[in-house]
């Protein structure tokens, strides 16, 4: 009992997105009316359908039905052959079921399509183009990739020179492009060129690009330095007729609330003195005149100026020299019963504390350090500080971190 199973073609060719068909004729081989169900076994069953579905035969008739095959024309498709059974399975006698094989031969297509990004770059000396390759069919790709220009005005490197895309997949490459002459200032020059996509047994995809070629330099460069060598002049300005002046009357302001008198211009001699105040000169007696000298003019004599006090030369004064510290190992202040001209000061930092230092004449803060610019400082003037008598000099010293022990050496004269 059962059912014998025959294909009229036992191999079938068919493209994606068309359709083939073969005829199963089935034979009931049993004792009794019996109904066979026909369908399709393999990956090709998916795309398989038979007509009709079932057949009811008597003992020892024959039916026939049509199976038809459509692949779809999608990557997912594979090409080749593919091998398929029809199954007739009998509802009365299940065992007596029958399979009989063939083998669909599915062709393959091509269908690419490539992108190239950007389509138009910039630069001096070159910029890079990504070219994407993507596989739509569903045979494997090996393509080439060649890129170049008419007018032979520039170069190419494509990375890599050729893709191996698999179906329904994707490929990248690189095509770096370099121009060959560059020139320094003008327009932006438009420089097309062609990218080829050839793979097997069809024609090549041809992309357009180009490449907007730019100065080596930029339009704005020229500008920008015009700009900043005006802006920069406009600061010489300022600086030499207001900021200048301004910090000059500062410093000589600060250096008279200190007591020091600011040293003469050149046009002044140099001397470092104060300007004697002129005298009203005598009318002198001609040399071999028998006469007697004239007398003075009859008009009031000009009381002259005070002259500007100075101090007296070091050499004339009784040297004298101290230490103030906060430590403890010596006084942090010192007072005067005579005018002492301070010279010299030496300030120490050797264990680079952090922090603030601060040198004043009584509550007048001559020098303001930060601790932490020096180890060994020292100032010699010229002119000197002058301590007036019962005035106090005090060193005032804030340290950041340890033990506080910066100090200051000084030196001078007073006028006995």
Partial sequence: MGALV????????VQPGAVATCTVTVKNTGTVVDQFSIDVLGDPGAWAAAEPAALSLFPGAEGTATVSFRPLRSATTPSGEQPFGVRVRSREDPAGSAVEE?????????????ELVPRTSRGSRGATHELAVDNRGNGRLNATVTAGDQDQLLGFDVEPPGLVVEPGTAG?????????????RGTPKTRPFKVAVAGEGGPPIVLDGSILQEALLPRWLIPALLAALVALIALLVIWLTLLQPAINSAAVQALADAGITPL???????????????????????????????SASSG???TPA????????????????????????????ASF????????????????????????????????LRLENFRSLDFHYVTPIVVQPGQT????????????????????????
Avoid at 6 to 13: A, G, I
Avoid at 102 to 114: E, K, Q, S
Avoid at 172 to 184: E, I, L, P, Q, S
């Fill in 393 to 416: 000099l005090s060193l005032v010293v804030s340290c950041k971190t340890g033990p506080c022990d910066p100090s200051v050496y000084y030196s001078g004269f007073s006028k006995p």
């Fill in 300 to 302: 009031p004599t000009p």
């Fill in 306 to 333: 005070p002259p500007t006090p100075t101090p007296p030369p070091i050499g004339e004064g009784v040297p004298g020299d101290g230490r103030l510290a906060v430590d403890g190992t010596s006084p942090n202040s």
């Fill in 337 to 368: 019963t005579k005018v002492f001209y301070l010279t010299d000061l030496v300030f120490a930092n050797a264990n680079g504390r952090s922090g603030s230092l601060e040198l004043r004449r009584d509550s007048f803060v001559l020098i303001t």
């Fill in 6 to 13: 025959t294909l009229s073609e036992k191999t079938l060719e």
């Fill in 172 to 184: 990248f490459a690189k095509v770096r492009v370099r121009t060959r002459r560059r020139f320094w």
């Fill in 102 to 114: 063939g083998v669909l031969v599915v062709g393959a297509y091509a269908d690419t399509f490539a």
């Fill in 264 to 294: 003469p211009s050149s046009g002044a001699g140099g001397g470092g003195g104060a300007t004697p105040t002129p005298t009203p000169a005598s009318t002198a007696t001609p040399v071999g005149s028998g006469s007697p000298a004239p």
